[in-house]
């Protein structure tokens, strides 16, 4: 199957840092990818939806500011958490899907934000 | 709208038996429904889908679902549980093809015992 790459699978930052997560679909061409939260021991929430070239569509509630999503190109995918809170940190998932008539959503491993 | 519901946070079974996950959506539309595997610290797994067609479908590591439409369900089942099983598992639902967003349930966490 199809392959998402995501980088770093952990990260440690101070409070008011940036932290940078990339998203790579490895072996096909990403035309949407998705950005989820995952607090400890709950489900996905969906923070944000990309497609290649143009600005991501935020869920409701999630600060567009402070999680900057962007879609560069079609195998890339980055999502920035700006000015980095201890309340950030959390364990975001991002997702890829591609091309017409596909249901499937292949998902990257995960990275574990800390913020101290 | 779309919404999936998890009964039970936690199921515990013991090594060789059966394995039932519970989900119950609600879509005002004909639903696609997903089953993923999550390990710790790990992105999620696609255990099986279902689109159309066949309402039981099967997939991977003897994983299998059954749609039932006037039960809104989409309950996961494993004949005989092995310790590898042991994960979270989540129930989701997509409205449409292609590439909309997935509405995932609060998770199931599947414990195995010897």
């Known amino acids: 199957g199809a392959v998402v790459s995501q980088h770093p699978s952990r990260v440690i930052c101070k409070s008011g840092t940036s932290v940078k997560i990339e998203c790579r679909s490895l072996d096909f061409q990403a035309t949407t990818m998705f950005w989820y939260r995952q607090f400890p021991k709950q489900s996905l929430m969906l923070m944000a939806t990309?497609?290649?070239?143009?600005?991501?569509?935020?869920e409701q509630g999630v600060e567009k500011d402070k999680f900057l999503i962007n879609h560069a190109s079609l195998t890339l995918s980055t999502l920035t958490v700006t000015s980095a809170h201890p309340e950030d940190s959390s364990f975001y998932i991002c997702?890829?899907?591609f091309g017409q008539g596909r249901t499937e959503a292949f998902f990257g491993q995960g990275t574990r934000l800390t913020v101290v | 709208a779309q919404s999936v519901t998890q009964l039970g946070s936690h199921v515990s079974v013991s090594e060789g038996a059966l394995v039932l996950l519970r989900c119950n959506y609600s879509s005002s539309v004909p639903p696609y429904l997903f089953w993923y595997v999550q390990y710790p610290n790990q992105g999620l797994q696609l255990l099986l889908k279902?689109?159309?067609?066949?309402?039981l479908v099967k997939g991977i590591n003897g994983f299998e679902a059954e749609f039932k439409k006037s039960e809104t369900s989409f309950h996961l089942t494993k004949p005989s549980a092995h310790m590898s099983d042991a994960a979270e598992y989540f129930c989701a639902v997509q409205r449409s093809y292609n590439t909309d967003k997935l509405i995932f349930g609060t998770g199931t966490r599947l414990q195995v015992f010897p």
């Open positions: 997702s890829a899907t």
């Open positions: 279902y689109t159309t067609g066949a309402t």
């Open positions: 990309s497609n290649e070239g143009s600005k991501a569509t935020y």
